[in-house]
């Protein structure tokens, strides 16, 4: 196995990619892009890589593969550019924050029989991937019911929520890839109910910050997902799901896992404090599984088509806050 | 303090009310009624208490209060003739599945001056007891978002769930107390969607077994409440709060807390399998608290108003599901 | 069943006992006795029991059984007296500090066929049991190693110390029979290091606050017992057996089981300050056990036998702390 | 920061810290010498580092520092012909089995004033290091009591015991370590019980396979050690640690940490089931701490002197069970 890589984007995610490369065997980083070039450079100094423009990348014969980490507003033209180059994609969710042009942006590929993987790393963590895989061993019975709690350590700046697409699309999204992955049935219907109780900034810009959601499917299958972009205790991620035999749960994952007792009680350190650390090595995972897919010739999970129906699900949540009522999919 | 008291309805959940009201300081079991007089019988030897009638006791100038747990039909009816007859009254949960028939009964109390106390045993939990005094300390800051998970071990008989008024009625009419006990505001919106996932009796009788619902209130705080008729692992009663400054949360009991560790992993016991053992604590508690109530002059807590706002919610989350829309509680 | 009980003690333990018999199906507290007058009125009062003295009650046709919670210097004189009187006998640990004294008593208790249980309560907290009992369940398969942890929240008052026969006679002595209880072989050699770290009081009346025990069978079962008179965070009481097969614990129990989550960590509130309340089911269920084996005609566990060999125990961790080196049992 | 390492060394133990290495900032990974060539070569070739032999690797002028992972009969030797060359060495536990050679290994090192750390890893595990951190805190105040669980999967193959010098001289040597790195006191006495209880094999060799070892320091903390050569349940590793303020404990570390919870009841995986990937994080951390004081011209920590003692702890257990009685340090 030999798959050249390219990133696009040397930002803070565009770190952590580039150590996932290198550290994933059969994958080399040979470039990188950047608007910035001092940020181009330093990565692909520590790396080997050489520097390159989008376009030399695309045209490179030795590039397999792109990792696109750039902003959102470019990832739909790149997700193009590069497969009608030919090279395997694999870009940073959201692919854009409009349906209409995800779907072109998806016909594109399709058209050209490209490959694209979209980055919902959360898929690739350890411990929610043994959540789901002991719901196909059979253990816990038909899905019947799942809760996802995903609560961030504190809420972004404005300007990210600005371009963020707000809550829905930039921090639920995640949830909506997970209820899908683990309910393995079209959600039918969403209803959610959100408001502002963190930051008043963040509602005079239209946003919420703090949601709760319900899905549900034609079998009668329920997910409710609790968000908030503020819990003072860490970086807030467990799944809960709820079978016909059984239930099977992911706890919150730990920086050190040590236990003070005092006369106050027993107490544990806060959780991670970053969404970095916290799923290290779900980043490394999902690009081991990008760089295998290309190498099997497989095509990659997740895809398009699940960046795709996430962003539905947003749309479906905020519609639903905007109605006060439960919205079909089939509505969007 | 010396209260006297008599017990209407010899049953399951009577003879644990005698239990309390033996252990009760100050309190002492004088008289029990039942349509059985066998039953009656048995009760009233084991606490050296006289069988009587319903009139008798509503005579009886030894009788300060009675304990009400007959069947949900006769409840409002003997609320009304015992705070006519002067005694203080305890009545199990609802007080009538109407509620223009709970807000008649009301009235009468209200009219008559009467003491009420419902039912709502979960508050008297030692361990849900401790979360809201955990709010109450202002340690998590303000209540932003309640999650209560609550499911039964297994699905009561479609006899039952005939006569109990339904899933929102019967089951999930302590979460929704337990919600209002922990958000501290009243509830304005209620969502809720059901299935029929673990038995099609029940589905037959128009009820059903699985239900996620939302409740928000006017300051935009969230509330999810879990429900399902099966629980193979034990009867599935959890609380979380998070706030502002933190979260505080109550796991579930069990009866046995050790933890054996083989090749298979390390395993702990199932959960209670029953509500009575689960809650053992908090029957006695609610008595204790009933008669320090009527022995200090005090008015009881939870009273009719929480019945009939809790049960208010059940119709609204009823009527949410025909609707699939979120009902405000100005419309019930 | 209908077992007549006697209470000679009616002091802090004895009142646990009043209470335990009161709920013990089948057995009724019919006298009790104490040097002060008043404690045993006030604890006859309330459980509809005569004030008797020790004799009247050792002469008395009503009473089937005793239990001895009076000062350790007079238990064996009581014992066998009321051997002599033909009553059962339940005794609050030890027997006597001198191990030629229990030795006597027994042998008298033995040649009257009497029938003694000794007060070893924590056999009967449900926990612990569920311990054993994944023992004889094979889950576990051989027993190789045990480790009790067993520390006070504080130290008891100097005048306890000089009468109570120091840390391995008072405190020691439950985990010494605790490790019995659990390694199903007897124990053949003793190991001790103890020190005075809590409170220098303690070592001036030449006792010790802190030890390690190491005990060993002669087929090479290991168990390890770690005492302090000082837990800032509780009453920790916790056991572990490791064997062939597993493993199986028992965690500390907790008055409250909630969390409270915030900047500075998950907190769990403190353990049980008082041994009566961490051991409460233990006491109830050791009465019921002692009126169960007197209804039934059977052999009491744990005997005067159990009390004597935990006593030797305790013999040779003295010796073992003083000479510095691994005492047989076939020393003491 | 740019240190130049070799590795003497290329087996599985080899591997792991050629990868640590490699992700160390400022350290590179440039010479790799094995007696099997072709092991040497193939590690070599994946860090784009050179094959070299012993000698070779002691006068090159590109080699800062080696790291031992040889055979434990080579160490001694090869730890004094880089001492000599003038080259930072790092070792494997133990430097010799004999007391006497690492004398005078550490002597002769002493005299070159030369840089040597041992490899005892648990200290830089982050869960330990927390532990040791919350002591230095001062949160739980004086250390009073240690206990060390340390159960290995499953037993070595009988070859590996008879090189490896015994269990306290190869596996309880690091709990040694581990107990000197907590207590903060030297340790005075020794004493310890082992049999064999796993594999007869064992027994035969003059081995044993299950410990518990008592160690006391001059001012009476005491630290005790469990530890078994068989654990089904997986790699059993916890430290516990008894202050005069609180306590602090780490818990097992597990590969996956969901929970499944059925009728049998809540389960959890197995434990790792081998050191190294129990241990990743501590193998990476304490070769950065190598590489650390060796670019900071510090003394590095553990250091020869540790490894010495830690030997020294193993003879006395070793005499202390031929003795069956405590053994003093000064009699080692």
Do not use: W
């Not at 490179?60 to 395997?88: M, S, Y």
């Not at 694209?116 to 196909?136: C, Q, S, T, W, Y």
């Not at 600005?162 to 909506?176: A, L, P, V």
């Not at 990008?290 to 997740?302: E, G, R, T």
Request: contains cysteine; proline residues 4%.
């Amino acid at each position: 196995m030999a798959v050249n890589v390219a990133l696009l984007g040397a930002g803070r995610i565009g770190k952590v990619h580039a150590k996932a490369i290198g550290a994933a065997e059969g994958a080399t980083l040979v470039a990188v892009a950047d608007a910035f070039e001092e940020a181009a450079t330093a990565l692909a100094d520590a790396y080997d890589a050489r520097v390159g423009s989008i376009d030399e990348i695309a045209s490179a014969k030795d590039v397999d593969a792109v990792i696109i980490c750039t902003p959102t507003n470019t990832h739909a033209n790149l997700i193009e550019q590069f497969a009608r180059a030919g090279k395997a994609v694999f870009c940073e969710k959201p692919i854009d924050l409009s349906l209409d042009r995800v779907k072109s942006c998806l016909k594109t590929v399709e058209d050209l029989n490209g490959t694209l993987m979209l980055g919902f790393n959360r898929r690739f963590d350890p411990h929610f991937r043994a959540v789901k895989e002991a719901i196909e061993s059979g253990r816990i019975g038909d899905v019947e019911m799942v809760h996802i709690t995903s609560r961030d350590p504190g809420a972004p700046p404005p300007a990210y929520i600005q371009s963020s697409g707000g809550i829905f699309r930039d921090m639920t999204i995640h949830d909506f890839d997970m209820a899908r992955f683990l309910l393995g049935e079209d959600v039918t219907t969403v209803y959610a109910t959100a408001s502002v109780l963190v930051d008043p900034e963040i509602g005079k810009l239209g946003d919420y910050d703090s949601a709760t959601v319900v899905l549900t499917t034609a079998s009668g299958k329920q997910c409710s997902i609790s968000n908030s972009r503020r819990a003072t205790y860490g970086y807030d991620q467990r799944i809960e799901v709820h079978g016909s035999k059984g239930a099977v749960s992911a706890e919150n994952q730990r920086p050190v896992s040590i236990e003070i007792a005092t006369e106050d009680g027993y107490v544990r350190p806060p959780l991670h404090g970053f969404f970095m650390t916290r799923y290290t090595d779900a980043y490394a995972a999902e690009i081991t599984a990008f760089v295998h897919a290309i190498d099997q010739d497989q095509s990659p999970d997740p895809n398009g088509e699940d960046g795709l129906k996430a962003l539905a699900l947003a749309e479906a949540a905020l519609k639903s806050v905007a109605e006060r009522r439960a919205v079909g999919m089939d509505e969007i």
